[in-house]
Each structure stands twice: as structure tokens, then as C-alpha cells.
Nanobody, 116 residues
Framework: EVQLVESGGGMVQPGGSLRLSCAAS????????MRWVRQAPGKGLEWVSS????????TYADSVKGRFTISRDNAKNTLYLQMNSLKPEDTALYYC?????????WGQGTQVTVSS
């Protein structure tokens, strides 16, 4: 059974940091392109960042570039998102997703709230 389980969300003040984790199982994690996607209240899905299999290439949305860092540990089948200098507009439900071939798997999400 494929599972993606996000954790690490919570409430933080503006300027603070959080580290999200996504534990994967049921598929060959190292071969999959992994990404973080978020959905703010009342808005659509927004791609945040991607980590590509193989050479370790990463990409970021302009809105998070320089503040967020995506990483992966293929030995632990885990994807991470280090979020620094958080802003109220980063408040959203953050999803982990994995794509490979014809498959696209999603987790249930973890809530991040940035508020003073």
C-alpha cells in the first residue's frame, strides 16, 4: 500500500521556522520526483518545490525561493521542507506528492499557520 505521511506542521509567528517531513512507503521513493504543494484557505493548489530523482536537482516557486529548502533522504524514504522566515501568506495545508511514470501519489497534508 502506498503511503505518504506528512508531519511537522503547526503554528508559528512571522519570521519563524518549521521543518516538514514526509515519510513514504509502498513505492521506490528514490526513483520518484517528489514535491511539496500547498493550499491556502479559499485558494487553489500552489506548487512550492520539487526534488528530482537521480542528480538531486531542486526547484522552487518564486514565492518561497531563498526561504524554503527541499531535501530528501532516499535511505529513509523521507522528503523534507525546511521553511525559514515564514510569512502569514505561507499559511496553508502543505501536501507531499510523488510522481513516477503514470503514478502520482499524495499525502493527507499538514497544516502550517503563520500568525502573531
Amino acid at each position: 500500500e502506498v503511503q505518504l505521511v506528512e508531519s511537522g506542521g503547526g503554528m508559528v509567528q512571522p519570521g519563524g521556522s518549521l521543518r516538514l517531513s514526509c515519510a513514504a512507503s509502498g513505492f521506490t521513493f528514490s526513483l520518484y520526483q517528489m514535491r511539496w504543494v500547498r493550499q491556502a484557505p479559499g485558494k487553489g493548489l500552489e506548487w512550492v518545490s520539487s526534488s528530482f530523482s537521480g542528480g538531486g536537482r531542486t526547484t522552487y516557486a518564486d514565492s518561497v525561493k531563498g526561504r524554503f529548502t527541499i531535501s530528501r533522504d532516499n535511505a529513509k524514504n523521507t522528503l523534507y521542507l525546511q521553511m525559514n522566515s515564514l510569512k502569514p501568506e505561507d499559511t496553508a495545508l502543505y501536501y507531499c506528492a510523488g510522481a513516477g511514470g503514470e503514478y502520482d501519489y499524495w499525502g493527507q497534508g499538514t497544516q502550517v499557520t503563520v500568525s502573531s
